[in-house]
C-alpha cells in the first residue's frame, strides 16, 4: 500500500495487480535478468506509441501494442475503496526481477481513467519518447 499527504490530508492508496496480466507472473516467466524484450515487440511498442492518441480505450490500446506485461489497479482508501485508475506496462528491459531499476529498466506506463479511457502515456528511459497527456492531478 503506497500512502501520500497533501495539505494535511492522508490520502491512502492501494494498487493491485490484475490476474489476467499478472506482473508476478511476468517478472517469473522471465529466465534470466537483465531481460531484454524480443526486437518484434520492442518495434510494435514504438509503432504504438506513435499512433496512439489520449482517449484511446484499452481494447483500441491493445490493438496498437499487443497484451501488456501486466495491469494494475489503484483504489483510493481513504474512506472505503474506490476505484481510481488502471495502468499498463509494457517492458522492452528489466535490469532485475525484484526491485525496479530507475537508471536501467525500459518500460512504458499507459494509464486509463475510470471510463477505461488513457489519459496519461508515460515512457521510461525510452530513447524518443516523451510524456504524453497528464496525471489525474494535473487534468
Known amino acids: 500500500m503506497l ?27 522471465i529466465s534470466h535478468f537483465p531481460y531484454e524484450a524480443p526486437v518484434h515487440k520492442r518495434e510494435k511498442v514504438l509503432s504504438g506509441f506513435h499512433k496512439m ?12 501494442f499487443s497484451e501488456p506485461d501486466a495491469e494494475f489497479f489503484s483504489y483510493d482508501k ?11 506496462a509494457y517492458y522492452l528491459s528489466r535490469h532485475e526481477s525484484n526491485l525496479a531499476n ?5 518500460v512504458l506506463f499507459l494509464y486509463f481513467d475510470h471510463n477505461e479511457e488513457l489519459y496519461w502515456a508515460q515512457p521510461v528511459n525510452i530513447e524518443g519518447l516523451k510524456e504524453v497527456g497528464k496525471t489525474l492531478h494535473n487534468r
Not at 54 to 62: C, M, S
Not at 78 to 88: A, E, I
Not at 102 to 106: L, Q, S
Open 3 to 29: 500512502s501520500s499527504c497533501s495539505n494535511e490530508n492522508t490520502v491512502l492508496i492501494e494498487t493491485e495487480e490484475s490476474q489476467k496480466y499478472s506482473f508476478s507472473e511476468f517478472i517469473g516467466g
Open 53 to 64: 492518441k489520449i482517449g484511446t480505450n484499452k481494447k483500441e490500446t491493445i490493438g496498437l
Open 78 to 88: 481513504t474512506r472505503g475503496k474506490t476505484f481510481k485508475n488502471s495502468s499498463f
Open 102 to 106: 530507475v537508471k536501467y529498466d525500459e
